[in-house]
C-alpha cells in the first residue's frame, strides 16, 4: 500500500475527514471525523465561526494520529463565494459572513452603477446570483468600508484554512472563479474589473491552479497535530472537487453535483459566453485542468434539509424519502429557484405559501412537504437539461448524480423519469474523492484526470435508472463494495 492521502471536505452543514489510498487498483476510502457545521447569528447578521471550524480540522488531524493513519498529503475544499480578509498582521478583519446573510440584497443594483450585467456575463462567465463574492465585497465596500481599507490579503476559506496550517497565502484557481472577479481566458484576476469597483488590487494574490502540493505544515502546526503533512491545492471549491470525481470517461455527459445545492451541467474546454446562456443563468465556472463547469445552481436539498430540522429531526432523510413516496401524487410543485427558499424563518410555511399564491393545494404533512420538494427539483432539472442541449446545440443521453443526494432513490427515480435520460447515481463522497483524486494527480500517483474518472469507475458502487427499461427500478451498473466507513467520536 502507497501512502495515505486527506481530504477534509467542509460543507454547510458538516464537514468530514475522509482518508484515501489505491489497492489493487481501487480506491479505498476510511472516514475518520465528521463534525457539525451551521451559520450562526450574530448581530442581525448570518456568519460562519471561523475558529471552530479550524479547531475541527485539527481535531480530525490528531484522530489520524491517534488512530496511528498518518496522511502524508492533505488537501481541503469547501463551498464557494464566502472569503476572510487579513490585515497586515494576518489577523482576521471582522466576522465571515455567510452567504445567505442579507446583506447583499439589492446590491448588484450597485455594482450595475458601473458594469452592466450582460458585460459582467461576458466579462466573467458567472451566473448573477445576490451572493456571489462580487456583491459580497462591494456590500462591504458601502457598509464597513474601514474593514475594507484595513484589508491586506483577500483568502476564499479553503484558503485560509491552508494558510493556518502552512503558513502560505495563496488564492486557487477554481474556488476564485465563483467570485465573479476572474477573468477566464487569463484564468487569473481580471484587474481592471477589481479596479472599476473600487477594490483594493493588491489583497488579491495570484491564482495557482489545482493539483499542485503547496508546502509542509509549520514547524509549531506539526507539534500541536503530532506529525508533520504536505499541503496540496485540490479543486477547493467543493463543485469542482465533485466533478473531478465523476465516474464517466465521456465528453458528452450531463452532471448532477447533488446536496445543499444542485448544481446542473456539463463540462466544457472553453466559457460559453452567450447572451442566452446569461439569460438562462448558466454560470462558467472553473473545473480542474482548466476545464469550465457550464452550469446551473438550482436550490437542491437545502429545502429538505430545513424540513428535517423544522420537524425535529424526528426523521432520517431515507425516512423522508419513504413518506415522499407515499404521497408522490400530492399535485403541487414550486419554483424550487425562487429566492423565498433561499433562507426563509420557516421552510414548510414557504413551501405553503407559495402553493397559496399560485393556486394550488396546500400541503400540510411532512410527506406531503417533501413531495412537493422532491418533484419540483426533478421538474427543474428537466427544464435544465433542455435550457443547456439548446443553448449549446446538443443532445444529452446520459446523467451522472454524484455527491450525499445521490442517495435519494425516489428524487433520482423522478429525475431519470422527468428528464429522459438514462440516469447513473454515485459515489456519495464525491467531493472528497475529488479531493483526494487532486493530491493524488499532484505527487504522479494518478496520472491525469481521465485515469483518475476511470479508477473511480471500477472503485465504488454507481446505480442505473433507466426508465424506458426498468419502470421506477435501479440497478446496480458497478457493484463493488470497497468504501470503509468508520466514525471515530
Not at 466576522?95 to 455594482?111: G, M, S
Not at 439569460?279 to 436550490?299: A, D, P, S, V
Not at 419554483?335 to 400541503?363: G, H, R
Not at 432539472?381 to 444529452?396: D, P
Request: proline residues 3%; charged residues 25%; neutral net charge.
Amino acid at each position: 500500500m502507497k501512502g495515505l492521502y486527506l481530504a477534509i471536505d467542509i460543507g454547510a452543514s458538516s464537514g468530514r475527514h475522509i482518508l484515501g489510498h489505491i489497492d489493487n487498483g481501487k480506491l479505498i476510502l476510511e472516514e475518520i471525523y465528521r463534525f457539525k457545521n451551521a451559520m450562526t447569528n450574530k448581530n442581525g447578521h448570518k456568519i460562519w465561526d471561523i475558529d471552530y471550524l479550524f479547531e475541527q480540522i485539527k481535531i480530525g488531524l490528531k484522530m489520524c494520529n491517534v488512530l496511528g493513519k498518518i496522511p502524508e498529503y492533505i488537501s481541503i475544499d469547501t463551498w464557494a463565494v464566502d472569503y476572510c480578509l487579513l490585515d497586515e498582521k494576518d489577523e482576521l478583519i471582522g466576522d465571515v459572513y455567510a452567504y445567505r446573510d442579507n446583506r447583499t440584497k439589492d446590491i448588484d443594483l450597485e455594482v450595475e452603477k458601473i458594469i452592466d450585467s450582460e458585460s459582467l456575463y461576458r466579462r466573467t462567465g458567472i451566473q448573477k446570483q445576490p451572493f456571489n463574492t462580487i456583491y459580497q465585497l462591494m456590500a462591504l465596500k458601502l457598509q464597513e468600508e474601514e474593514s475594507l481599507k484595513k484589508a491586506k490579503t483577500f483568502l476564499m476559506l479553503p484558503d485560509y484554512f491552508q494558510f493556518k496550517l502552512t503558513g502560505v497565502k495563496a488564492n486557487e484557481y477554481t474556488n476564485a472563479s465563483s467570485t465573479g472577479l476572474v477573468d477566464p481566458d487569463t484564468k487569473n484576476w481580471d484587474y481592471g474589473l477589481i479596479k472599476a469597483l473600487g477594490l483594493p488590487e493588491e489583497i488579491f494574490l495570484h491564482l495557482r491552479k489545482p493539483g499542485v502540493i503547496l508546502s509542509d505544515f509549520t514547524k509549531e502546526m506539526a507539534e500541536e497535530i503530532g506529525f508533520r503533512a504536505k499541503v496540496c491545492m485540490c479543486a477547493s471549491h467543493d463543485t469542482a472537487s465533485a466533478i473531478l470525481a465523476l465516474p464517466c470517461i465521456k465528453s458528452d455527459a450531463l452532471y448532477i453535483s447533488s446536496g445543499t445545492w444542485s448544481l446542473f451541467g456539463c463540462e466544457n474546454l472553453s466559457p460559453y459566453l452567450t447572451d442566452a446562456a446569461r439569460k438562462c443563468n448558466f454560470t462558467n465556472e472553473g473545473g480542474f485542468n482548466y476545464r469550465f463547469r457550464f452550469l446551473k445552481n438550482i436550490m437542491g436539498l437545502w429545502m429538505i434539509q430545513e424540513l428535517k430540522r423544522e420537524f425535529g429531526d424526528e426523521y432520517t432523510f431515507s425516512q423522508i424519502c419513504q413518506l415522499a413516496r407515499e404521497n408522490i401524487k400530492f399535485p403541487s410543485v414550486v419554483d424550487v429557484n425562487s429566492n423565498e427558499f433561499l433562507a426563509p424563518k420557516s421552510m414548510s410555511e414557504a413551501i405553503k405559501n407559495y402553493c397559496k399564491k399560485t393556486n394550488q393545494q396546500l400541503p400540510e404533512s411532512l410527506g406531503q412537504l417533501a413531495a412537493v420538494v422532491y418533484k419540483s427539483l426533478a421538474k427543474s432539472y428537466a427544464r435544465a437539461k433542455l435550457e443547456i442541449e439548446e443553448l449549446l446545440g446538443k443532445e444529452y443521453k446520459e446523467l451522472f448524480i454524484i455527491g450525499g443526494g445521490s442517495n435519494a432513490d425516489l428524487l433520482n427515480e423522478l429525475t431519470a423519469k422527468e428528464t429522459g435520460l438514462v440516469t447513473f447515481a454515485g459515489p456519495v463522497e464525491a467531493t472528497a474523492i475529488g479531493n483526494i483524486l487532486a493530491s493524488m494527480i499532484a505527487t504522479g500517483e494518478v496520472l491525469s484526470l481521465l485515469e483518475a474518472r476511470e479508477l473511480v469507475r471500477k472503485s465504488f458502487e454507481i446505480k442505473r435508472y433507466d426508465m424506458k427499461k426498468d419502470c421506477m427500478k435501479n440497478i446496480n451498473l458497478i457493484n463493488v463494495p470497497v468504501m470503509k466507513i468508520r466514525t471515530v467520536s
